[in-house]
Each structure stands twice: as C-alpha cells, then as structure tokens.
C-alpha cells in the first residue's frame, strides 16, 4: 500500500497501528527524497499536524525510523535524516557524552549471563587501569531492543567493588550501567573514553548474537568512564555483529577553529 501523506484519512483505513503507518508515510517521504540525507525532518507539533496523531505515537514512529538506520534525533536539534532506505544494522551517531548511551533508549532490561567478584591480576590491572590486587566486580550481558529477539549486543562490564550493590538491578533497568552509579551511589559520568577495534565473533558470542557462523565480523568497544577527579567508575568491553551495527561520530569545531579537546 502506496500511503499518501497528504491524506491521513488512510490512518483509519488500515489494520496496521497507527504509528506504524505513520512511519511507512515517513519512509515513503524520505525515499522519494521529499526530506533528502543530511536534512532536518519537520518538527514534532508539525508532523502531528500532519498526520492528525499525537505525540506519543509520532515518536513511536521516529523510533522505528531510528532503530533501522534512517533517522538521528537530538534534543534541542531535531530529527536528522541519515539514509534514504532502512538498514538492518542499528546506525548509533555520537556527537557528545550524552549519545554515547543513546541505544539503552530503546533497549530491553539486559539478560544477565554471569556476575562475580573477583582480585585483579598484572592483565586485569592494565586492561582496568587499576592496580593489581583491587577487588572488582565482573557482569556478563547480552541486549536486545524492543520487539527483536536477537541481542544487539554482548556485553562485560567491570565496577570496583564500592559499587556492587547495582548487581541487582542490572537485569531490572533498561537504563545502562551509568546511571546506576548515579543514581544510586551519586556518580555521575563526566568523560568516557572509546576504543573500536574490528575483529571476529567466537563461537559463544555469535551463537548468543544470532550470527549464522563462528567467526562472523564484529566491532568491538571498550569504553572507560570516569568521574570526578577522574576516578575510574566502569569498564565495558562490547561486540557487535558487523551486519547489524554501524558508528557514525560527529565533530565539531569550537569558536577558535579549533576542534574540542578529547581524552588521548
């Protein structure tokens, strides 16, 4: 069914929900390059005008669109059209501290694999960049979006062992780890540091995200988050299946021409 974006007559007419139509008006839209790659797509009060819904369901429909690729949304700047056709692949855009965790937006609570505390050794204390003999505590996770079985990722996340109590709620949150520290231990994440490295999946990991073969290409993030005083709260090491996962970063230059100092 060919929707007609001029007409919402057609959001009555269809068994498909509402936010569902409107999301393939959307994509109809962006296809026929009415809203082209690199452009803003109207704002929230004009395209609930548009299309006679409310918000609520407009934004289930940007969800989708954002969920498969082609769209980045920002507060304070807009919804941004990142591709003409929807991928399979999660398109995760950075341009500040805060997009980094835009994927636990619509992500499931994680399903918690393995949890354990344990001393740090010579590699441990490099990898964590911590002394040796610290106590820390080790979670093992998998992640999935909302409607979709298949994980988007695998995850281990390390905390020093002040901050083990949120070893329970992990697999209660859908929030990611972060603001667990903040909310429960008043922590909050003022740098994170990443490092993407491609490799290949083994067979445990690939069979837990859904690849067809051990082996199979994936990103792989390390990310170290720090407080105040640069104090080290969290580790994580994440995989991503390659087919499903994309990085885009934005950079900006700061009034002297000058790009914005980052953590070397």
């Not at 740090?120 to 505590?137: I, K, M, N, S, V």
């Not at 994170?192 to 690939?206: C, H, M, P």
């Not at 104090?231 to 900006?252: C, K, N, P």
Request: charged share 25%.
């Amino acid at each position: 069914m060919t929707v007609d974006p001029s007409n919402t007559a057609f959001l009555g007419a269809s068994p498909l929900p509402r936010h569902a139509l409107v999301a393939r008006a959307l994509l109809e839209q962006i296809g026929a390059e009415r809203y082209r790659v690199g452009e803003l797509l109207p704002t929230e009060a004009d395209l609930c005008r548009q299309f006679g819904v409310s918000r609520t369901t407009l934004r289930e429909a940007v969800r989708w669109l954002r969920t498969h690729g082609m769209v980045s949304a920002r507060a304070g700047v807009g919804t941004r059209v990142l591709a003409r056709e929807p991928n399979v692949r999660y398109v995760h855009a950075i341009n500040s501290i805060a997009d980094v965790f835009q994927y636990a937006k619509d992500s499931r609570a994680p399903v918690v694999l393995a949890s354990e505390e344990f001393d740090t050794g010579p590699r441990d204390a490099e990898f964590l960049r911590c002394p040796p003999g610290q106590r820390w505590l080790r979670i093992e996770l998998t992640r999935a979006f909302r409607g979709d079985d298949t994980p988007i990722l695998h995850a281990v996340a390390w905390v020093p062992q002040a901050y083990q109590g949120i070893a329970r709620l992990v697999p209660l949150r859908s929030s990611p780890i972060y603001k667990l520290l903040e909310s429960e231990y008043q922590e909050p994440v003022l740098g994170v540091d990443q490092e993407f490295k491609a490799t290949r999946l083994n067979a445990r990991i690939g069979r837990l995200l859904g690849a067809a073969r051990a082996g199979a290409p994936a990103l792989c993030v390390v990310r170290h988050y720090y407080g105040r005083g640069e104090r080290l709260l969290l580790v994580t090491q994440s995989h991503y299946r390659a087919d499903r996962y994309s990085y885009r970063i934005g950079l900006r230059f700061d009034a002297s021409g000058t790009e914005a100092a980052t953590r070397g």
